[in-house]
């Protein structure tokens, strides 16, 4: 079994602990996918000296535990670890792997605070989800350093400040940034997003915002089909330029202050 590269028993019943050895009956494995089963326990340290390694599925299981800081060791390009029961801080390494492409570990328990380097060593990152956790702290102004992200999903966290300007994720098209406790009246981050012109979702309802909608909203991308700002206690009117988001399909402006 030394030879094997990809393992794959994604949807089955397989219960029981990941196995702290594994490095050593499978020197080769690029690719392990073992989603929607029943494990238990935590992620071993050892899996850091999965040197090949890859893609790393363990989503809808029932891990527990922190994720060990050897995981940054890899050359990981997708981790994906949603939905387990996973806590603890998120590694500060876990956001040094240059080679990652999507990362999401949404809904666990994961809080403490976002490195404030994050987006200085993650050139290839494509999709991040941190959403459904207990993050804290700021939203970190260098993940904008991440210029190929396309999919950003902070949501559901206890984020709080300000929110930085995302002008240079100028190929970014999901951004979901509700359920934090953000704040700020000015809106100003509006005007970087105009420089995302591939945008077409995105989310900031039930965040402490307040103030009135700018008219650079009218200058987001025309390609914007979902803007979401629930609970922000926005005033005064809704500005006519929102007229100029010729795609835009989904308005929701529930629970406001509109006049």
């Known amino acids: 079994m030394s030879t094997l590269k990809v ?13 702290v050895d ?23 340290a050892t899996f850091g000296n999965l040197t090949r390694l890859q893609y790393l599925y363990l989503y809808d299981n029932n891990l527990t535990g922190e994720l060990p800081a050897e995981l940054g060791n890899l050359n990981i390009v997708k981790f994906v670890v949603n939905s387990n ?24 328990y994961f809080s403490g605070y976002l490195p404030s380097t994050m987006g200085f060593s993650l050139p290839n990152l494509q999709e991040l989800y941190l959403s459904g956790n207990r993050l804290s702290g700021v939203i970190p102004s260098s993940i904008t350093n991440a210029s190929k992200l396309t999919e950003l999903d902070m949501g559901d966290n206890f984020l709080t400040g300000t929110i930085p300007n995302f002008g240079n994720l100028r190929l970014l098209q999901k951004f979901w940034i509700g359920g934090n406790n953000l704040t700020g009246d000015s809106w100003r981050f509006f005007a970087s997003l105009t420089n995302c012109r591939y945008l077409n979702l995105f989310d900031v309802s039930s965040n402490q915002l307040s103030g009135v909608l700018p008219a650079s909203i009218g200058n987001l991308s025309t390609s914007l089909l979902e803007f979401y700002a629930i609970g922000c206690n926005i005033g005064g009117a809704i500005p006519a330029e929102i007229g100029n988001l010729s795609s835009l399909k989904y308005l929701l402006l529930d629970r406001n202050q509109l006049t």
């Open 7 to 19: 393992i794959q028993f994604g949807y089955n019943n397989l219960f029981g602990s990941l196995p």
């Open 22 to 44: 594994i490095y050593l009956n499978l020197p080769e494995l690029v690719k392990l996918y073992l989603y929607s089963n029943q494990l238990i326990g935590g992620i071993p």
């Open 85 to 108: 029961g996973l806590s603890g801080s998120i590694p500060f390494s876990m956001f040094n792997i240059s080679t990652l492409e999507i990362m999401d570990v949404t809904a666990n």
